[in-house]
């Protein structure tokens, strides 16, 4: 069964849940292939049938996807839409985890991060680091955002990215991998061919910002500020 199946309602068995679901999973893909509106338009599809067959969790994870969709859109009421009155009311639902709330902290760090709030980041991020000690990909991406604090602030994150690093050795991810390479490069401690070189390696699909093939690890940076290395992982 692909995803496609599900998503055009091919198989009479599908239920609206599974369908529902193949609407998130089409929408992440989106993501990934840099097309946040196309992603949007899937996720708002998504969350109405979570909704009509009364699955909170599902309209919970559709609209924390569209978090990451506006912040790729530098859509600032929506994004605060979304998080103010559609999350807080689905919030103590039947199926809201440590696992949602630490999903939607990322975004809320992100968006502090690069929008002048790096304090309320910080807080945000550190939570994350420490409530999360048994999910690596939660765990590795509020410590990406840290590094990159660190780097906007003159300091050195290579102790941030070593532990990134320790972390990959046991939970190999494709997409962190990436993006700890271009975390690596944007700190200096990689030229631009050996770090391109590191990404086709560990993630050779990767979208970059145009869509042209790049010229240094900073072009897989996507989103409204790719000076600030945003990390987009629905």
């Known amino acids: 069964m692909?995803?496609?199946?599900?998503?055009?309602?091919?198989?009479?068995?599908?239920?609206?849940r599974w369908i529902a679901w193949a609407c998130w999973h089409q929408a992440c893909l989106h993501l990934y292939d840099n097309r946040p509106d196309?992603?949007?338009?899937?996720?708002?599809?998504?969350?109405s049938l979570f909704e009509?067959?009364?699955i909170p969790a599902g309209q919970a994870a559709a609209i924390t996807v569209q978090l990451t969709a506006r912040r790729m859109l530098g859509d600032a009421s929506e994004f605060e839409l979304l998080h103010r009155d559609k999350l807080a009311s689905l919030r103590g639902t039947t199926g809201w985890t440590a696992y949602t709330?630490?999903?939607?902290?990322?975004?809320?760090?992100?968006?502090?991060r690069t929008h002048g709030e790096p304090a309320r980041a910080v807080e945000l991020y550190r939570g994350i680091?420490?409530?999360?000690?048994?999910?690596?990909?939660?765990?590795?991406?509020?410590?990406?955002?840290?590094a990159e604090l660190e780097r906007a602030a003159g300091r050195d994150n290579i102790a941030i990215a070593d532990e990134v690093r320790d972390i990959l050795c046991d939970h190999p991810m494709a997409y962190?991998?990436?993006?700890?390479?271009?975390?690596?490069?944007?700190?200096?401690r990689v030229d631009p061919a050996v770090g391109l070189a590191r990404i086709a390696a560990a993630a050779p699909d990767l979208t970059t910002r145009t869509g042209?093939?790049?010229?240094d690890p900073s072009d897989y940076c996507l989103g409204k500020h790719p000076e600030l290395h945003e990390i987009y992982l629905p």
């Open 38 to 47: 196309k992603a949007i338009a899937e996720l708002q599809r998504a969350e």
């Open 212 to 215: 042209a093939p790049a010229s």
């Open 52 to 54: 009509v067959d009364g």
């Open 129 to 146: 680091v420490g409530s999360s000690p048994d999910e690596p990909v939660h765990r590795t991406f509020a410590l990406l955002g840290l």
């Open 176 to 188: 962190i991998e990436a993006h700890l390479v271009v975390t690596d490069y944007l700190a200096g």
């Open 101 to 112: 709330e630490a999903s939607i902290g990322l975004e809320l760090a992100e968006w502090a």
């Open 2 to 16: 692909l995803v496609r199946d599900l998503h055009s309602g091919i198989d009479g068995l599908a239920g609206v």
